[in-house]
């Protein structure tokens, strides 16, 4: 597998749309500072293809994809293997509760020769080719077949972890065989043995459930039983051949009891239709009855036609008599008329009082309105008498300290005589006056109030009573209108009582009529069920006559009932007695037949008394007989079925018995204590020898790798071929180290699979801890290993030395929101 292109945006710290080209790329680095997101471009490569990255614990969450506060995080990886390009996609998306999940996944096989360049990276569910996979599922399937490693050899073979060789370089013995087991995944033999001691009880179990099942089909299928079912099955088919020879005789006696029960059934029949022939009580008196209810109804239609005239007259007189609604209409004006005038009279006196009081009232109203006005010119007065008092009595008050001889305080002016002190304050009597001529305003106003209301009211009567003398007018118009040119009271109460009393008379001629008729419909119903009755007697005669046509009875008298039933009878009688002979006759040869019938019958069922066999039901002896033979074929065929599963059981047994003996020995040779401990010895012999191999080509030549006792060594040639053990070695030399071992592994585990497609290497390996003499050998092996032009080779690091001489750089960059890529050289 080889990257040619990753496209990725919201994934991790790539917020933003990020593209890494690695299409011309056979050795780069992916430097930047710790934390700036080179590892997790690798994440980002392995989530493409496996949906899970090595940093995030192997767990198959997805939410580690997502940029924080990121709703969507989108990965594809454009892949070169097996010299064809595919295009690896996969989309993170966080719904509405916070839970992250897969929503898109695809792989696409790309046409020849397409350049991933021209890609704008904007979609990255872009249509590029043939599509393999469309879900995560069958995405994580496709990608195995196509790149030929599961993930967990992927990240040992490509994406290499971190100090995890070197740490296997330097284990002790047991730990070194613990890695080597979980890296080489030789811990499958153990669960091929607890498979094979699975399969060894599963073995037990159904050999110990095939025995008994086994010895009941043997002792089932024996070959007497076989024998016996076979004699069995041959008496069977004896009295089927048997019954078969006596079943013609048995239908023709049958048939015989057939024939002479039909005729036998034929005599019984005459003989039951003729005495069933019988003339009806009453049939004398239909004719009779008839004749006396049509009679009935002809008078009962006379009677209906005299009513009718006598109705009709009656009815004549009251159209020609005055309408009894109009003289009662004239009844009523009358009445109105002398109602109206006697209320026309009330209201004239009414209205006249009415105005003699408005009339009384308005003068008096008049008189108050000029005491009114007297009473307020006189506090008027009085009120201006108050004002001069209240004057005169401040004058006073002001000369109260007054000498004669002195100025005046108000004036200035020389006093010679200071008028005498009044005996009292003249305000005194002026306040008494105003207070009575304000009580007589008040009595005045109140007396005058008092009229205006009786004004009003006498108003108010007069208008109302002028209103409805008004409207009585108008109605007492109306009916002088109506009485015009009417007959007085008396004649017109005279015309009422013979309109009523027509209209009376002409009830009673209609109530006589109806009766009449009710009498008629009785009449004619009465004689008209008189001759159905008449007619149901003579269809009587016919059915009783139609059930002997055949026998031929004399011919009917259509004129009378009673002579017709009585010769039909007697010929009846006649032919009965010839017909009970005759049916005596036919119940004895059909005796005789039954006999014969039942003994061939008898014979039949001692067929099957004889074979042991039950009785079978009337008519059932041939199917019971073929039912038999059924049976005993099928038991016959059943015990040969149960040989034959006997046999199937036994081959079955014997498989199961060589695969429980397979087990059981595979079991055992695996639980060997020395068969693990020689599995991991013939391991680390290839690993060690492919290691060795890539470590002489890395130090150029100087180096060979070998192991004693499970213990690491280097053979150094620049030294005359000088053992020493791993430990002793630089850390550039423990690097090419490492790497010699890990490039071996890889190569191992890709050797497990046919189709795996190992064209790069990834170390995420950390190399700030080394030297510059160290680091000097790292970058020289590392630039050696791509200078084989085997695999594209990248490192991530944050070593500015080391980057340097990578000839082509990504240089990644955080800021607050996103990480950046950019490619130098």
């Known amino acids: 597998m080889r990257p040619l292109r990753l496209d990725l945006r919201g994934f991790t710290v790539f917020r933003e749309p990020t593209t890494v080209d690695l299409t011309d790329c056979d050795f780069f680095a992916l430097v930047g500072p710790t934390g700036s997101g080179k590892s997790t471009?690798?994440?980002?490569?392995?989530?493409?293809?496996?949906?899970?990255?090595?940093r995030w614990g192997g767990g198959r969450s997805v939410a580690h994809a997502l940029a924080p506060s990121a709703t969507e995080a989108a990965v594809r990886l454009i892949f070169e293997a097996g010299g064809t390009r595919y295009a690896a996609t996969r989309v993170v998306r966080r719904d509405g509760k916070g839970r992250a999940a897969t929503r898109a996944a695809g792989l696409q096989a790309l046409t020849p020769g397409f350049d991933a360049s021209t890609l704008d990276g904007d979609d990255l569910l872009d249509e590029l080719g043939e599509a393999l996979a469309g879900t995560p599922s069958e995405l994580d399937h496709a990608v195995a077949d196509v790149v030929g490693l599961p993930y967990d050899q992927f990240i040992k073979c490509v994406v290499l972890p971190q100090g995890e060789f070197a740490a296997f370089l330097h284990a002790r013995p047991a730990e070194r065989q613990e890695i080597l087991v979980r890296l080489l995944g030789l811990d499958v033999y153990e669960k091929i043995r607890e498979k094979a001691a699975t399969l060894?009880?599963?073995?037990?179990?159904?050999?110990?459930?095939?025995?008994?099942?086994?010895?009941?089909?043997?002792?089932a299928a024996s070959d007497e039983a076989i024998e016996a079912a076979e004699q069995r099955l041959e008496q069977a088919r004896a009295l089927a051949a048997d019954v078969d020879a006596a079943l013609p005789e048995l239908a023709e006696a049958q048939r015989r009891v057939e024939q002479v029960s039909a005729e036998a059934t034929a005599a019984e029949q005459r003989l039951r239709v003729l005495t069933a022939v019988a003339a009806p009580a009453g049939v004398t008196t239909l004719a009779q009855t008839a004749r006396a209810a049509a009679a009935a109804a002809a008078d009962a239609a006379i009677a209906v036609g005299t009513a009718e005239e006598s109705e009709e007259k009656v009815r004549a007189q009251l159209e020609a008599a005055a309408d009894p609604t109009v003289l009662r209409g004239l009844l009523e004006a009358h009445a109105e008329n002398s109602r109206l005038a006697t209320q026309l009279s009330e209201l004239d006196a009414a209205a006249s009082q009415a105005q003699q009081l408005h009339d009384s009232a308005l003068g008096a109203q008049q008189t108050a309105v000029a005491r009114q006005t007297q009473a307020e010119r006189a506090l008027t007065d009085a009120q201006q008498a108050l004002q001069a008092a209240q004057t005169s009595?401040?004058?006073?008050?002001?000369?109260?300290?007054?000498?004669?001889?002195?100025?005046?305080?108000?004036?200035t002016q020389h006093v010679a005589t200071v008028p005498p002190m009044p005996d009292q304050p003249a305000m005194t009597a002026a306040k008494k006056v105003v207070e009575q001529a304000e009580q007589t305003v008040t009595t005045t106003r109140a007396a005058r109030e008092q009229l205006d209301r009786k004004v009003n009211e006498a108003s108010v009567r007069h208008a109302r009573a002028s209103t409805q003398r008004e409207a009585l007018g108008v109605r007492a118009a109306e009916v002088a209108r109506v009485l015009h040119g009417a007959a007085p009271v008396p004649k017109l109460r005279e015309q009422l009582t013979a309109a009523e009393a027509l209209r009376r008379e002409l009830a009673m001629a209609t109530t006589a009529l109806r009766a009449a008729r009710e009498a008629q419909r009785q009449?004619?119903?009465?004689?008209?069920q008189a001759q159905d009755r008449l007619a149901a007697g003579w269809r009587s005669f016919d059915a009783a006559r139609d059930t002997v046509t055949a026998l031929v009875p004399p011919a009917a008298d259509r004129d009378d009932l009673a002579a017709a039933w009585r010769a039909l009878d007697g010929w009846a009688r006649e032919q009965a007695a010839a017909a009970q002979t005759a049916r005596d006759g036919e119940r004895g040869r059909l005796a005789q037949a039954r006999e014969h019938a039942t003994a061939l019958v008898h014979r039949l069922d001692e067929m099957f008394a004889a074979a042991a066999l039950p009785r079978p039901g009337a008519g059932e002896h041939q199917r019971a007989a073929a039912v038999t033979v059924e049976r005993m074929a099928a038991a016959r065929d059943t015990l040969l079925e149960r040989r034959a599963q006997a046999e199937t059981l036994r081959a079955q047994r014997a498989v199961v018995e060589t695969d429980r003996q397979v087990a059981t020995a595979l079991a055992t040779h695996l639980r060997a204590n020395?068969?693990?401990?020689?599995?991991?010895?013939?391991?680390?012999?290839?690993?060690v020898d492919g290691a060795s191999a890539i470590l002489r080509e890395l130090s150029g030549g100087q180096y060979d790798l070998i192991h004693e006792d499970r213990e690491f060594f280097v053979v150094d040639h620049h030294d005359a071929g000088l053992r020493r053990t791993v430990r002793t070695l630089s850390g550039g030399e423990t690097f090419q180290a490492s790497l010699a071992l890990a490039l071996a592994l890889a190569d191992q585990l890709g050797g497990l699979s046919p189709t795996a497609s190992l064209e790069s290497i990834m170390l995420d390996e950390g190399f700030g801890t080394l030297d510059a003499s160290t680091l000097d050998t790292v970058a020289a092996t590392l630039e050696n290993l791509a200078a084989t032009g085997d695999r594209m080779v990248g490192v991530v690091t944050h070593v500015q030395a080391l980057a340097e001489r990578i000839p082509v750089r990504f240089e990644i960059s955080k800021d607050a929101r996103t990480a950046r890529v950019e490619r130098v050289g």
């Not at 471009?41 to 090595?54: Q, R």
């Not at 009595?393 to 004036?411: E, I, M, N, S």
């Open 200 to 219: 060894v009880g599963e073995a037990n179990a159904k050999l110990a459930a095939t025995e008994p099942v086994l010895n009941e089909l043997t002792a």
């Open 393 to 411: 009595d401040r004058a006073a008050w002001l000369r109260r300290d007054l000498k004669a001889g002195h100025a005046c305080p108000v004036c």
């Open 674 to 687: 020395n068969f693990e401990a020689w599995l991991l010895q013939e391991a680390l012999d290839a690993l």
């Open 523 to 528: 009449a004619a119903g009465f004689a008209q």
């Open 41 to 54: 471009l690798l994440d980002a490569i392995c989530f493409a293809l496996y949906g899970t990255a090595p």
